[in-house]
């Protein structure tokens, strides 16, 4: 029964963080976790614009 729980509160913390991310993309986020949301001197990976 105990295993049912963990389990399930893994299913939970899982699918919060699979919503978060599609969420994320959905608005154009390019990099996720980047709190300089997207403006940061690397651009996490996008080629810059010419």
Do not use: D, Y
Not at 13 to 35: E, N, S, W
Request: net charge positive; glycine share 18%.
């Amino acid at each position: 029964m105990g295993n049912l729980i963990i389990i399930g509160i893994v299913a939970v913390l899982a699918g919060a963080a699979i919503r978060f991310l599609v969420k994320a993309k959905k608005r154009g986020a390019g990099c996720i976790g980047c709190p300089a949301s997207g403006m940061c001197h690397g651009n996490c990976g996008k080629e810059k614009e010419r």
